[in-house]
């Protein structure tokens, strides 16, 4: 018979359900390490850790020409231009191509990685401060004369970076992680295990951020400012003023309270007024404080309406709300008896919190530091653990719970109605983002809560359903869920789970059939955070037991560690399910950089036993490729195909096959799969 071919677009991701005979080509039947993309298929990105250094995967290397050595420059040493204050490590040992240190004219060259400055054509070049050459022109970046030299020293310089990198200081988990104003701030318990420390993300690594000090005030007659000075009138001690929080009252009426906060004082308060009479104060000032153990979650908002007054309002389980401007630390007391909110949203410019036994509570409109009933709180009772508070597009507020969903309606406390939406789901904690709609992980999967058509009423709908079956075995298994992120850039969806899984769903296809595909980490994530870089892009950032703060979808690796990644495609009987074919070829469609690993399985017949074993065929793809004056330089390979092929002969008979995709690399940028294309003859008919 003839030999025949089909092409498949790959796509429709995981599909665990639909019986085999009838399962779409493009889907998947098994995946590791693989997400849905516009394309089809793409191996995930990696991660890399993170605290303000150069990131491992941006670092390059530098070639800079020396002459009149005088002595060797090791491996490792920090070289410092004595007139430019450049520096830069030294990736190997100095080259010697002429001359020699003995003589003081040794000519050569140097390999310097995580360069800071510009080094100067004839500038002394030093270490500890004791000059070894003289530089002879000006650095190269990646100046390498061989591919196999670029290759070795770039990633050389990757993990001299990576190297770079510290841990948050301290002891245990991170135990929350955000970003605000392009800068990130971690939370861990100190080393002694006592309480919380804060740090920010630098060019120096993590530092600590002092949270400062409170004095709570009565009988407030005065309005004081921030940046004024605080001084008691009776023992003289002083402070600086970084924010009042006024609580309740007014200073007109002369019985505002609230309470002052400052980073340090000068001597020991008392009882006593302060500022001539302006308010009174029951004693010394307190720190403030974390309370060690607890797992945070946070909320950015813009409470004051202007560019200076963006601030992160965050709760951990086991200590007061607080606010936090990146040096301002305010704790928000909501006159609890047990003060320990664990979930957080902002809802129509009023600051919800969660506490235990089903408690939900409300700030005052625009008043984060308010929670009396005169100014708009209240608290609401939803009868059932909270697990997640989201603001939905439509201007509703989702309470999820363990065993119920309720939807709070209404613009204030005026108005407020609690509506117990559904008791036939619940929300897993953690799981809850925000995708346009409200989603959320229940014991059958991801789910939707979306607005119908008639306003105020909503859908639930199931947007895993191909996959249930993973979600009952995690379930069985006693796998919990740790935490959950939403990507915009990649209109995606990650839960990870106790067991270091974890399950991308895409949305970018076709928002009502979103595309689920699994993964695996090395570690687990204990906390993860959707946030901003300092100009505006965004960021994505986890925590977890090694200390470490992580970027996700940074690098070509999982941290230095290879990304092992398969993906399967299922039994295919190419429209005649009963009828014997001869397999000759298989074609995938690969968009990769140049010299991307690849290994090809087939399978036939249901992996019958009665067919031999599918036979593995390694590849290395050329892809990546563009055309002449269409693209930048530096964005793809010109000596690369626009689209890379990856083809193996097969030689198997069988009613079906399943072709697999295997990939394991540490240095290999991502590559997708786009569709593949079967070569096959008819034979006779199964009897």
């Known amino acids: 018979m003839a030999q025949r071919s089909k092409f498949y677009k790959a796509g429709g991701g995981l599909d665990f359900v639909t019986p085999s005979i009838e399962a779409p080509p493009g889907g998947l039947i098994g995946c590791d390490n693989y997400e849905a993309h516009s394309r089809g298929y793409i191996r995930t990105d990696g991660y890399e850790r993170y605290d303000g250094n150069q990131k491992p995967s941006t670092a390059s290397y530098s070639y800079l020409n020396f002459d009149a050595g005088t002595a060797a420059i090791a491996e490792g040493n920090t070289v410092t231009g004595a007139t430019s204050g450049a520096t830069g490590v030294a990736l190997i040992n100095a080259v010697v191509s002429s001359g020699s240190y003995g003589a003081n004219n040794a000519d050569g060259y140097l390999i310097l990685g995580v360069v800071a400055g510009t080094f100067q054509n004839n500038e002394n070049l030093q270490v500890s401060g004791a000059t070894k050459a003289v530089a002879d022109g000006l650095a190269v970046d990646r100046g390498a004369s061989t591919d196999t030299n670029d290759t070795t020293w770039r990633r050389d310089a990757m993990e001299t970076a990576r190297g770079n990198i510290i841990i948050v200081p301290g002891s245990g988990n991170i135990r929350g992680v955000c970003t605000l104003g392009g800068v990130t701030y971690a939370f861990r318990d100190n080393a002694g295990g006592s309480a919380v420390d804060c740090y920010k993300s630098t060019a120096a690594g993590w530092v600590k951020v002092a949270l400062g000090y409170r004095i709570p005030f009565t009988s407030g007659s005065v309005g004081l400012a921030e940046g004024a000075t605080l001084t008691g009138d009776t023992s003289s001690a002083t402070a600086t003023l970084t924010r009042i929080a006024l609580q309740s009252g007014s200073y007109a009426a002369g019985d505002a309270a609230g309470y002052f906060i400052f980073a340090s004082d000068s001597g020991t308060f008392q009882a006593e007024e302060v500022n001539s009479g302006s308010a009174t104060i029951a004693a010394d000032s307190v720190a403030n404080t974390l309370v060690a153990g607890g797992r945070f979650e946070f909320a950015e908002h813009n409470f004051g309406g202007h ?274 074919k001869q397999y000759f070829r298989a074609t995938l469609e690969v968009d990769a950089a140049p010299n991307v690993e690849l290994s090809l399985v087939a399978e036939y017949s249901y992996a019958s036993q009665s067919q031999p074993p599918g036979v593995e065929h390694a590849f290395s793809v050329k892809g990546g490729g563009g055309f002449w004056e269409e693209q930048d330089w530096d964005e793809y390979y010109w000596s690369s195909p626009v689209e890379g092929l990856a083809a193996a002969a097969l030689d198997g008979l069988g009613t079906n096959i399943s072709i697999a995709a295997i990939s394991a690399g540490t240095y290999d940028d991502p590559h997708g799969i786009s569709g593949v294309t079967l070569h096959f003859s008819d034979r006779g008919l199964v009897r």
Request: charged share 20%; aromatic share 10%; proline share 4%.
């Open 307 to 580: 560019s200076g007054t963006n601030r992160i309002y965050g709760v951990d389980g086991v200590s007061m709300a607080f606010e936090f401007d990146g040096t301002v630390f305010v704790p928000i007391p909501t006159g609890m008896t047990t003060d320990t909110p664990s979930h957080i949203a902002i809802h129509l410019q009023q600051l919800f919190l969660s506490f235990s036994g089903g408690s939900l509570q409300n700030s005052g409109a625009g008043l984060p530091y308010k929670w009396t009933v005169v100014t708009g709180a209240a608290e609401i009772a939803i009868g059932d653990e909270i697990t997640g508070i989201y603001s939905d597009v439509r201007g509703h507020l989702v309470i999820g719970a363990r065993n119920l969903i309720s939807i709070l309606y209404g613009q204030d406390v005026t108005n407020f109605e609690l509506v117990p939406w559904s008791d036939e789901s619940g929300v897993t904690e953690w799981s809850m983002q925000k995708l346009g709609d409200v989603v959320f992980i229940d014991d059958i999967g991801l789910r939707k809560l979306s607005a119908a058509r008639d306003y105020g009423n909503f859908n639930l709908a199931t947007l895993t359903r191909k996959i249930e079956t993973l979600f009952k075995e995690k379930r069985k298994s006693g796998v919990t869920v740790l935490a959950s992120i939403r990507t915009k850039t990649k209109d995606m969806y990650r839960v990870f789970f106790s067991d270091k899984t974890g399950i991308s769903v895409y949305f970018g296809n076709d928002p009502k059939k979103p595309e689920s595909m699994t993964f695996t980490l090395p570690l687990t994530v204990n906390c993860a955070y959707a946030g901003q870089t300092s100009s505006g892009g965004e960021i994505l950032l986890f925590g977890s037991s090694t200390g470490y703060v992580y970027e996700l979808d940074a690098g070509a690796n999982h941290d230095s560690a290879e990304i092992a990644a398969f993906l399967r495609f299922p039994f295919n009987h190419l429209g005649t399910p009963t009828q014997n």
